[in-house]
């Protein structure tokens, strides 16, 4: 028998999307990969150099289940360079991803029946994160009006007596909308005020275009934040992200990470030694403006079609469009658009429940000339 658990945890329907794209593509069709979530760029040059060197030289074993110190500092240090945080290298912790950072953050952090609020549309694994422990995710309905993000204000109304934590991502995915400095300091008082802990999940942070990224940390030592070498260093299929934990919590999550996962990778973590060298940062920041470029056309493009996007996402590599007045079921409107035009993009259902028939989100991860492809044919299969 299969443990009762796993009825309530919901599968990743864009997988199941981006397997049938694949299947299409092995009979020959053409696919336009506007659905999946990770970079189309492959990892920085130096770190795959990196990450061969370390294998070479036999870094091939367990290291610390918090990882090596070498990177701990690194990303410290990073902060300190970039956001002139200063932060304690014993807060850093390695996981397997930032995957691996949620599943840690809710297992210190929650006890069964207690509450986890985040936004509706959100992503979908952190619901699974917190059921996983037997907690309960509230997911509360989020529009254009806040930008699709939780508010001071509505944390305050939606808190109730077994609610323990909130978490935020800025940028979001799938919206790609930020929090300002001011929302999110407003959010950590309310949060601070109710007795309850902040998890922000900053995992997009480097790949911002409107304005100049900011860290949670520069607010305040006492929250989680979460953040990963899978969507900025273009890491996904290497499994490295990391936590930043307030002191309180390090030894829990430390014992636990030795229990769960022993480790994460050993050449991941010595190839993303280089994420922080000259070259690879020049690397990642052209990445960052071609991200632009792609998001600068295909936003009006779709505008012209007919797609609704009340907020201009300013991060991520993602627009979550209304289109209401093209379709009133965008979960079977992706998948005709697949066996029609042979374009892939991810309906809402897959973010939460709230009008996910309204939504579509589109990733553009794939070059402007496949986007504008896309466009095209997504024009021609509306017009039928
Ligand atoms: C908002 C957000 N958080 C966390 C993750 C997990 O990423 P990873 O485990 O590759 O670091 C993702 C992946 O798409 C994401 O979009």
Known sequence: MIAERMASISPFYVMELLARARALEGEGRSIIHMEVGEPDFETPRPIIEAGKRALDQGFTHYTPAVGIRELREAIAQDYFSRFGVKLNPDRVLITPGSSGALQLIMSTVINPGQAVMMADPGYPCNRNFVKLVSGIPVTVPVGAETGYQLTAEIIDREWSENTRAVMVA??????????????????????????????????????????????????????????????????????????????RFISAADKLAQNIFLAASTPAQYAALAAFEEETQRI?????????????????ALQQLGFEFPVVPAGAFYLYANCRSITEDSFSFAHELLETEGVAVTPGRDFGDYLPEQHIRFAYTTALEKLQEGVARIARFIKC
């Open 284 to 300: 990642v920041e052209e990445r960052r403006e071609a991200f632009r470029e792609r998001r600068d056309y295909l936003l009006p």
């Open 170 to 247: 800025t940028p979001s995915n799938p919206t790609g909308t930020i929090l300002s400095r001011q929302q999110l300091e407003a959010i950590y008082q309310v949060v601070k005020a109710r007795g309850g802990v902040l998890i922000v999940d900053e995992i997009y942070q480097g790949l911002v275009y409107d304005v100049k990224p900011f860290t949670a940390l520069e607010i305040t030592d006492d929250l989680f934040i979460i953040n990963s070498f899978s969507k900025y260093y273009g890491m996904t299929g290497w499994r490295l992200g990391w936590m930043i934990a307030p002191e």
